[in-house]
């Protein structure tokens, strides 16, 4: 990983449009500004791990659950769905 | 083709409703490729297969199931390639965990829903990085007798 020591108000340009700034420190918090074209999607990694998480628990325990409210699914899916029975268990 | 299942076992599956998510789940990157496999008597769950890790796989309920006023502010780049918006069905990632006195929660994650257009057989995971939307909410109480599948 490359690795920067920038002072407050000092910047990083990546690329040719995506700029960082420093804006501020407070202890061990930084402040960071980011300017960057609308196509760039930005998240903090956090949250991105988070939902990878939840993602792998979900294919973990997918729950054998009766339905109690059912309802009719979208007819837009139907020509798309696959029917299925569980193997025994 | 055939496809091996995680619970269904090798099941039969025209090419054609392979759904394409070009950029992989988050984080999972190399799942690109899924079907739709709907059990009698679930409607109107779904099991999110993976064509290529049988081992992979997802239940998801439309939004509509959990919250008919759901709409996840998206980004229009984040969904440039799943063609006519209104053909984008929001479907929501549900699963079950055992609480500490051995009952089952079941949970549906509302911040990363996959967005998913039947006609095109393409969809995509978004996050939606704000508070309202949960990780993890609760919907214990409209499904029932939950155990867990690991």
Request: proline share 7%.
């Given at each position: 990983m490359l690795v920067l020591t920038r002072k407050k108000g000092e910047a990083i340009v990546i690329g040719d449009n995506i700029k960082i700034v420093v804006v501020s420190v407070s202890g061990d918090s930084v402040k960071i500004g980011i300017e960057a074209p609308a196509d760039v999607k930005i998240l903090r990694a956090e949250l991105l791990e988070a939902v990878k998480d939840i993602n792998v628990v979900a294919a973990k325990t997918m729950p054998h659950v009766k339905v109690k409210k059912g309802g009719e699914k979208p007819s837009i899916l139907t020509d798309l769905t696959i029917k299925a029975k569980r193997k025994d268990t | 083709m055939i496809v091996n299942t995680k619970i269904f076992g090798p099941i039969d599956v025209p090419e054609e409703s392979i759904i394409l998510?070009?950029?992989?789940?988050v984080g999972l990157p190399w799942l690109q490729r899924f079907v739709l496999i709907q059990e009698e008597g679930l409607e109107p769950f779904f099991t999110l297969q993976s064509v290529d890790e049988a081992d992979f796989a997802l239940w998801i309920v439309p939004s509509l199931f959990i919250d008919p006023e759901y709409a996840p502010p998206v980004d229009e780049i984040e969904i440039a390639?799943?063609?006519?918006?209104?053909?984008i069905l929001p479907m929501i990632i549900v699963w079950t965990e055992e609480t500490d006195d051995g009952n089952h929660k079941t949970y549906a994650n509302l911040k990363a829903p996959l967005l998913i257009n039947p006609k095109i057989k393409k969809g995509r995971q978004v996050v939606i990085?704000?508070?309202?939307?949960?990780l993890k909410k609760d919907i214990?109480?409209?499904?029932?007798?939950a155990s867990t599948n690991t």
């Amino acid at each position: 990983m490359l690795v920067l020591t920038r002072k407050k108000g000092e910047a990083i340009v990546i690329g040719d449009n995506i700029k960082i700034v420093v804006v501020s420190v407070s202890g061990d918090s930084v402040k960071i500004g980011i300017e960057a074209p609308a196509d760039v999607k930005i998240l903090r990694a956090e949250l991105l791990e988070a939902v990878k998480d939840i993602n792998v628990v979900a294919a973990k325990t997918m729950p054998h659950v009766k339905v109690k409210k059912g309802g009719e699914k979208p007819s837009i899916l139907t020509d798309l769905t696959i029917k299925a029975k569980r193997k025994d268990t | 083709m055939i496809v091996n299942t995680k619970i269904f076992g090798p099941i039969d599956v025209p090419e054609e409703s392979i759904i394409l998510f070009p950029q992989g789940l988050v984080g999972l990157p190399w799942l690109q490729r899924f079907v739709l496999i709907q059990e009698e008597g679930l409607e109107p769950f779904f099991t999110l297969q993976s064509v290529d890790e049988a081992d992979f796989a997802l239940w998801i309920v439309p939004s509509l199931f959990i919250d008919p006023e759901y709409a996840p502010p998206v980004d229009e780049i984040e969904i440039a390639d799943l063609g006519d918006k209104n053909d984008i069905l929001p479907m929501i990632i549900v699963w079950t965990e055992e609480t500490d006195d051995g009952n089952h929660k079941t949970y549906a994650n509302l911040k990363a829903p996959l967005l998913i257009n039947p006609k095109i057989k393409k969809g995509r995971q978004v996050v939606i990085d704000k508070e309202e939307y949960p990780l993890k909410k609760d919907i214990t109480a409209v499904v029932d007798g939950a155990s867990t599948n690991t």
